[in-house]
């Protein structure tokens, strides 16, 4: 392993009960899912082990996704989507205002990297750092449709914005490492598991463009975690991030021969090093 140190969504809350002190809290997660999955099923993992661990965790279907409303997997401006997810972090902490002096932290998968790197661009002063596990700032040439498909799908994505027509590969196959997990999560009721529609790909396509021109105004503390043999998203680019970004404190992790799916996808024993990461990180900072 590699280091370097220097809409009606559905909703969800992991952490102390009402009977709890809120102020043996160690911090506050706001957590965002990645393409196609949602807050329930593998993904609720994580926060409930942080939970544990003293960190209040929130999270949201995002628009097209899970429980929410909106077309299947149908993501046509990623920022309205960051317009929710702020408000639903705003809502959360003017409802609870003994969160106010607590520590507020960003956690992103996949596309929920990115999404977590646009709101600390759109807001940079509002949270104390950020957690991201393989996040999509760039959307990797090993999933994404060759030339001329990718130009072609273009030109009729303006007309036809939801068809779910998009050829690639299967993410979940390409995602988990493990046999009987990728079982586990292809049985997940609410995982989109059709073809990337048009208009969600554009979208992804412009808003990882954008991302991956703004690295160097990223100023944030910040921890990336990538799998060396991810697929779906680019290693290579974390690593820019890390070079390029402004921050002060910035950890980089590339874990040898994993892949996307850090938090599920790999052996037991992989995932507890990730968490123990995480959480080593988070400790640090609260």
């Known amino acids: 392993m590699e280091e370097e140190q220097n809409k009606s969504p559905l909703l969800h809350y992991w952490g102390n009960t ?7 809290l160690q911090g506050i997660i706001f957590m965002v899912h990645g393409y196609g999955n949602d807050i ?3 993904f609720q993992a994580t926060p409930i082990h942080l939970a544990k661990k003293g960190f209040a965790c929130f999270a949201l279907d995002l628009e097209g996704h899970g429980q929410s409303q909106g077309l299947k997997a149908y993501v046509p401006n990623l920022d309205l989507v960051i317009d929710d997810c702020l408000s639903f972090f705003n809502f959360v902490l003017t409802q609870n205002p003994e969160f106010q002096d607590l520590p507020k932290f960003l956690f992103g998968e996949s596309m929920g990297g990115a999404i977590c790197l646009l709101i600390h661009l759109k807001r940079p002063k509002e949270f104390n750092g950020g957690i991201l596990i393989a996040p999509m700032c760039k959307i990797s040439d090993k999933v994404k449709p060759i030339w001329p498909i990718a130009q072609l799908l273009t030109l009729v994505a303006r007309f036809a914005p939801t068809l779910a027509v998009v050829p690639t590969a299967d993410l979940l196959e390409k995602s988990v490492k493990v046999p009987e997990k990728r079982i586990i999560g292809g049985r997940n009721p609410n995982r989109y598991v059709g073809k990337p529609r048009l208009g969600t790909v554009v979208e992804l396509l412009r808003v990882t463009d954008y991302v991956s021109s703004k690295l160097c105004d990223v100023n944030m503390p ?12 680019d ?18 992790k590339i874990y040898d021969g994993m892949m996307h799916s850090l938090l599920f996808g790999e052996t037991d024993e992989n995932v507890e090093i990730v968490r123990g990461d995480i959480l080593a990180w ?5």
């Open 18 to 24: 009402p009977e709890e002190d809120y102020y043996t």
């Open 235 to 252: 290693p290579e680019v974390s690593r820019e991030l890390y070079k390029l970004a402004k921050s002060t404190d910035k950890t980089l």
């Open 282 to 286: 988070l400790n640090d900072r609260c």
């Open 40 to 42: 329930s099923w593998t």
């Open 222 to 233: 910040f921890l990336v975690l990538h799998g060396s043999a991810d697929v779906v998203t």
